[in-house]
């Protein structure tokens, strides 16, 4: 029985059968309770109490399954949030140190196996031509100056994607474009190697 009141469509049939059953009724009804008072007015306030229950457990049916896709849409987002800062802080740490360890490599390449899980297509794959980048950079296990400056614009291509996929939706909301977002990242990246 709790299952009916789960399924929007069995309300919906529930409901309708309630007004069309009740409108025969009713009729039965007027006609037979001519001489008694009251009846009809009795009878119009249970077929409505009942319309009411019904329409009520439709609505907050729905209003419980969107209250728990909107919870899981936030802990899906924030778990995503985690990932992208706990990759960029492990490329910070690891860009801070003045040797590049192959231990250092391995745990970015099994950051891919946590981007898989969250991150959209095109993140994974700006993370590879990340990865690519950054090991051109580390052949010889030192960071030089240029190499700082081609990881540095890796990166900032990869923060492009991966704010793309945190707040997408928001750039095109805001004042400013996304293309205007692109390049100010990467002038900001451009700007930070210089100083560098």
Known sequence: MKQWFTDSRALMVMSAVVFVGGY???????HMTDTMPFTQEIILIVLGTLATILITAMLLNKQTSVELEK??????IELKTATYQQLIDSIEEMVQEEEVTHRMLTKLHFNTH??????????????EKFLATLHQGVEDGHLGSRDADAISAALARLT??????LVGE???????????????????????SSYT
């Not at 946590?114 to 993370?127: K, Q, W």
């Not at 492009?160 to 996929?165: C, K, L, M, P, T």
């Not at 750039?171 to 930070?192: C, F, G, K, M, Y």
């Open 24 to 30: 025969f009724f009713l009729r039965l009804a007027y």
């Open 71 to 76: 919870e899981q849409s936030i802990k899906f």
């Open 170 to 192: 928001l750039d095109t909301e805001s004042s400013h474009s996304p293309r205007e977002i692109r390049s100010q990242i990467l002038t900001n990246a451009r700007e930070v």
């Open 114 to 127: 946590r981007l898989a899980i969250f991150a959209s297509p095109a993140v994974l794959e700006e993370y």
């Open 160 to 165: 492009i994607y991966i704010r793309a996929d």
